[in-house]
């Protein structure tokens, strides 16, 4: 029975091909990012709350740019693996002009309504004068990071590209050159060191704010010093044209990730302002535990985008249904057991990671028990990620926007207002119950996956 889901040796070959440079790419951007948090949260812990708001926040951006990005990327897999290279010129256009239309509104959101929005998460009980100079943290870091939004819009429009077109290192050396400028400039920045000034969490900005230019300088500049490897660069910026068939395509089977992305990333965002009510010390300790937990879930994160990748490319091969229920099997496996392995070493870490930065052991203590909630719900996260991204894959964009953003709204925002506002429930059970919920997501999922419908090739 269990050799249904184990590949041979040619199929993982395939498989970590893809994922491992996308690994090691994440990987190396949670580590450092892992370090960035710790150096901010030496400054503090009120610093750390202001700048973990923020966080919260700049997530929606960083998820719309890649709902996005990703939303035409279903066409860009299946014309590469038609090879169509019109075709990936095409869609590579199309998230240029979208990821440009993105940054500017989300610009004029956040420079108009940013303390307002920041102040949404320092309602908890507490401190009013804490609540205020979390939120003059928050505001300095912000206008800081503003001027990092172009260059990670575009950098993702190229990086996604190449991914989809089988270049997955030229991506991985530009993430990791920028995570390595990041963090040696968050040393030098947050600290003031050789000279520089102490700019605390001004500087965690200005550092990341550099690396983000660094990043798209090396993916940008090898894709167009390399014109015959990436023939879709030739004449994409003569125009702006894209042909009316397609640009419908990529609207009605794409743009519904964008939503998607949107909708969970802000339903994540209200999620943990439901958090927030139950005190100011919530804040810190769920940036300190989300920080492992992004961590402990890049391999199985990672994993959804080679399931996308390698479905994609059969689909538009026109790989028999059998053939591709056969692969995509063995890789929800292999994203399980990932998920089985990190979660129990992220549990066996939340007693002793929390003790890193500089804030009260209550504090440390909550942040530990959030760890361990996390940790168990981490093998089925890892299953719901991978059925998310074989639905995709296959063009089943408004079923995935149904199956994760409409649930988030639907079951988890409402749950966790209820039980905050209403039940006034600690932040552990509350949390707990929150994460629980994903259980119903995994019944769903499987039922997807046996339908079938996703399994189209959209290029013909």
Not at 108 to 119: E, W
Not at 142 to 158: C, D, E, I, R, S
Not at 276 to 305: E, Q, W
Request: overall charge positive.
């Amino acid at each position: 029975m269990f050799h249904r889901y184990i590949g041979d040796r040619a199929f993982y070959r395939r498989v970590l091909g893809i994922a491992v440079p996308i690994i090691i790419q994440n990987g190396i951007t949670n580590f450092v990012s892992l370090l960035d948090n710790i150096m901010v949260g030496q400054v503090g812990t009120v610093p750390m709350s202001g700048v973990s708001i923020v966080n919260v926040l700049l997530t929606v951006f960083n998820l719309c740019i890649f709902g996005a990005t990703s939303g035409a990327g279903i066409f860009t897999a299946q014309f590469h693996g038609s090879r169509d290279s019109e075709g990936v010129r095409h869609t590579f256009r199309f998230k240029i002009l979208i990821c440009l239309l993105l940054t500017a509104a989300s610009l004029g959101i956040f420079l108009l309504g940013g303390d307002a929005l920041i102040g949404l998460y320092l309602t908890g009980q507490g401190d009013a004068s804490t609540a205020a100079d979390a939120l003059g943290y928050g505001m300095s870091y912000l206008l800081v990071m503003l001027w990092g939004f172009l260059p990670f819009a575009l950098t993702n429009a190229y990086s996604s590209t190449l991914r989809e077109t089988g270049e997955t290192m030229v991506p991985m050396i530009g993430g990791v050159a920028a995570v390595l400028v990041n963090l040696g400039l968050n040393y030098v920045l947050i600290f003031g060191h050789f000279g520089a000034p102490r700019m605390g969490v001004e500087g965690a900005a200005l550092a990341t704010v550099i690396s983000r230019y660094v990043e798209l300088a090396i993916v940008a500049g090898w894709t167009h010093r390399n014109r015959n490897r990436n023939p879709f660069i030739v004449g994409a910026y003569r125009s702006p044209f894209i042909p009316g068939k397609l640009l419908r395509s990529i609207i009605l089977k794409g743009m519904p990730l964008l939503v998607n992305e949107f909708l969970w990333s802000s339903g994540m965002a209200i999620l943990n302002q439901c958090y927030s009510t139950c005190g100011l010390d919530v804040v810190p300790a769920t940036n300190i535990s989300s920080t492992l937990v992004n961590l402990a879930s890049v391999v199985f994160l990672s994993m959804g985008n080679a399931v996308g990748i390698i479905m994609g490319q059969m689909l538009g091969a026109g790989s028999s249904e059998a053939q591709v229920r056969d692969s995509n099997r063995k890789l929800i496996a292999l994203s399980v057991s990932s998920g089985l392995i990190f979660g129990a070493l992220m549990a066996s870490f939340s007693g002793a990671f929390p003790h890193i930065y500089n804030t009260t052991q209550e504090v440390r203590q909550l942040a530990g028990w959030l760890i361990c909630i996390s940790a168990v719900g981490m093998p089925f996260h890892a299953y719901i990620n991978a059925t998310y991204f074989t639905l995709r894959s296959g063009g089943q964009t408004m079923v995935t926007f149904l199956f994760d953003s409409c649930f988030v709204w639907v079951c988890c925002v409402p749950l966790a207002f209820c039980l905050s506002r209403f039940a006034h429930l600690p932040i552990l059970p509350l949390y707990a119950i929150c994460q629980a919920a994903d259980l119903i997501k995994c019944g769903i999922g499987a039922f997807m996956l046996k339908q079938g419908k996703w399994i189209q090739n959209l290029t013909t």
